[in-house]
């Protein structure tokens, strides 16, 4: 990982999340365990966001787009995989609402990556809609609606102007003290995320895919650590109980780590510490991620 360290808006991952993997403790491979295992070696040297729920900091990956990775695995385009629009008008308390501003977030991303400009307005409406329920409708107002509806084609454009409005968002979340909120909205964007990538991985046996997928392991702790100050509301702890459950199959999955040699740039008096990963994942293993994943979000958009 990067030795300097950027900081990232809030509520901006939620709109264009994903995954990486900073260099940690090694594990070792569970002589137990049996079955085929594709091992993959990545450069784990990726910028890490850093996030302020409640006082406390987090660590949350960076924002690389999902979607990106996906479409160049190949994956064709999936409908299904998203949150229908039609299900925005029935959520009925500010944490379904929440959550599912988060979902259809991440489902604009993946839209923008696809080209699916016939869609896209929709969506848009949707997190419109969420957003002037639960008192952000300041930063998906009309003026964005048309900078958008001019942008469409424009991959790049158009998700620069999502996480400016997400940003917008963010501001408002902390200047109200609603860190609450926006950390359904995180977890709405990174789960909708991992779904991608799930029916990726189904559709292509990607190895990428699968290794981003395996990544999670580190990054659902920290989930699930940001929403630990929230656990005596029911809800959080209900939605908490569930991600422990899929927690328990990223358990099993093992990672090695090699750190290489650091690279010193004299010029810019900066020193890049990185390292490379195996991991080790079964097909069993993403066969039950998906499985739960679909289940607990299932449980949120319905």
């Given at each position: 990982m990067k030795k300097n360290v950027r900081i990232f808006s809030t509520l901006a991952i939620a709109a264009t999340t994903l995954f990486t993997v900073s260099c940690?403790?090694?594990?070792?491979?569970?002589?137990?365990?049996?079955?085929p295992k594709p091992v993959v070696a990545v450069d784990s040297s990726q910028t890490i966001g850093l996030v302020n729920i409640g006082g406390q900091v987090f660590v949350i990956p960076s924002p690389i787009?999902?979607?990106?990775?996906?479409?160049?695995?190949?994956?064709?385009?999936?409908?299904?995989?998203?949150?229908?629009?039609?299900?925005?008008?029935?959520?009925?308390?500010?944490f379904k609402k929440a959550l599912n501003m988060g979902i259809y977030?991440?489902?604009?991303?993946?839209?923008?990556?696809?080209?699916?400009?016939?869609?896209?307005?929709?969506?848009?409406?949707?997190?419109?809609?969420?957003?002037?329920?639960?008192?952000l409708g300041n930063a998906f107002n009309d003026e964005l609606a048309n900078k958008i509806s001019e942008s469409l084609g424009d991959e790049g454009k158009m998700l620069s102007l999502?996480?400016?409005?997400?940003?917008?968002?963010?501001?408002?979340?902390k200047e109200?003290?609603?860190?609450?909120?926006?950390?359904?909205?995180?977890?709405?964007g990174w789960l909708e995320s991992l779904n991608f990538a799930?029916?990726?991985?189904?559709?292509?046996?990607?190895p990428e895919v699968i290794e981003r997928i395996a990544d999670q392991k580190n990054v659902l702790k920290t989930i699930l650590a940001m929403l630990k100050q929230y656990r005596d509301n029911e809800d959080y702890d209900d939605l908490a109980v569930e991600l422990e459950d899929l927690q328990k199959i990223f358990d099993g999955i093992t990672y090695t780590y090699a750190f290489v040699e650091p690279v010193t740039n004299e010029g810019e008096k900066k020193t890049?510490?990185?390292?490379?990963?195996?991991?080790?994942?079964t097909p069993a293993q993403v066969a039950e991620i998906s499985a739960?994943?679909?289940?607990i979000r299932n449980d949120i958009i319905e």
């Open positions: 940690g403790g090694s594990e070792t491979e569970d002589p137990g365990k049996t079955g787009q999902t979607a990106d990775l996906i479409s160049k695995s190949k994956a064709p385009f999936d409908s299904d995989l998203l949150n229908p629009t039609e299900n925005a008008s029935k959520y009925s308390d500010n977030g991440a489902d604009l991303g993946y839209l923008a990556v696809y080209n699916m400009t016939d869609k896209t307005t929709a969506y848009l409406k949707a997190v419109k809609e969420l957003a002037g329920q639960i008192g999502v996480s400016e409005a997400y940003k917008t968002a963010d501001d408002y979340l109200n003290q609603k860190d609450d909120v926006a950390s359904l909205v995180i977890v709405g799930c029916g990726a991985a189904e559709a292509t046996n990607n890049t510490i990185s390292c490379k990963h195996e991991v080790s994942i739960l994943v679909k289940s």
